[in-house]
C-alpha cells in the first residue's frame, strides 16, 4: 500500500504544470487553453471502426505520425501513436497521484482528444471529478478504461502484437514514474502497477529493459530506446521482435 499526501484536487489541475507539458492536462474550462466541446471523446475514439482516414481520429494520429518520422510501415506509426497516448495518460495519473494525492476520474468518456495536436493540447477533461489513488484505482481508469479499448482498436486495424503493445504500456509507466524523479511513492505506485496481470514480466525486474519492441528501430535513422530489448538495432526485423 503507498501512502500519500491527500491534496484537494483544483479545477484547473494547476499543480501540474510545474511537472511539465507531458503531465499536464488541461480542463474544458482551463482559461490556459480554449474550450473544444466539438473533439470526440476517447471513448467515441475507440470504438470508432471508419475506414475514413478523416472521419477516424485514430486512423488520423497514426497516418500524423507516420508522416512527422517518415515510417515505412503503418504499424511502426501505430505503436509510437500508442506509446505516446500511453505515456499522456500514465503521466496525468501519476502526476496527480503525486502531487494531489487523488486523481481525476480520467473515464473516456469525460476526456477529448485531438489528435492533430500535441501535449498539453491534445487532451480535454471535462470536469475534475476526484478519485482515490490507489493501484487499484488507477489500474481501473487507465489499463481497464483506456489500454484495453486502444489496444483493441490498434490490433485489429494494425495487426500489432499483444505483447507489443503491453510493452509499450508498461514502458511509459516506467518512464513517467523516472520523470517525476526522486518521488518514492510515485515509483513504488509505479511497482504497483507494474504488478498488475496485464503488465507482469514485460519487463525486466530488475533493470526494467523491455522483453518486447516498439518498433521505433525501423525508422530511418531510428536507433533503439533506452529500456529496448536489443541492445543495438537488428539488421532485420526478427521472428517475434514485435511482442
Not at 510545474?18 to 492536462?25: D, I, N, S, T, Y
Not at 512527422?68 to 502526476?95: D, F, K, M, Q, T
Amino acid at each position: 500500500m503507498v501512502l500519500l499526501l491527500v491534496v484537494d484536487l483544483d479545477p484547473e489541475l494547476a499543480a501540474l504544470r510545474p511537472l511539465g507539458a507531458f503531465f499536464v492536462l488541461r480542463t474544458i474550462g482551463d482559461p490556459a487553453g480554449t474550450s473544444r466541446p466539438a473533439l470526440p471523446t476517447l471513448a467515441q475514439v475507440y470504438e470508432n471502426r471508419s475506414s475514413d482516414v478523416y472521419g477516424n481520429p485514430l486512423t488520423f494520429r497514426v497516418r500524423k505520425v507516420a508522416g512527422a518520422l517518415n515510417a515505412p510501415e503503418p504499424r511502426i506509426a501505430a505503436s509510437i501513436a500508442h506509446l505516446g497516448l500511453a505515456a499522456r495518460l500514465w503521466s496525468v495519473a501519476l502526476g496527480c497521484a503525486s502531487v494531489y494525492g487523488r486523481i481525476p476520474d480520467l473515464a473516456p468518456e469525460r476526456l477529448r482528444w485531438d489528435p492533430d495536436a500535441s501535449a498539453p493540447d491534445e487532451l480535454r477533461l471535462d470536469a475534475v471529478t476526484p478519485l482515490p489513488s490507489d493501484a487499484g484505482t488507477i489500474a481501473d481508469v487507465v489499463l481497464h478504461g483506456h489500454l484495453e479499448p486502444l489496444a483493441r482498436a490498434l490490433r485489429s486495424e494494425y495487426r500489432l502484437a499483444g505483447g507489443l503493445l503491453w510493452g509499450n504500456a508498461a514502458s511509459a509507466l516506467a518512464g513517467a514514474a523516472r520523470q517525476l524523479g526522486p518521488d518514492t511513492a510515485a515509483r513504488a505506485l509505479a511497482a504497483e502497477l507494474l504488478a498488475h496481470p496485464l503488465l507482469e514480466g514485460t519487463l525486466d525486474a530488475t533493470t526494467l529493459r523491455r522483453r518486447s519492441c516498439c518498433l521505433y528501430y525501423r525508422l530511418p535513422g531510428g536507433g533503439v530506446c533506452g529500456d529496448c530489448c536489443f541492445t543495438r538495432a537488428p539488421r532485420s526485423s526478427p521472428r517475434g521482435a514485435s511482442g
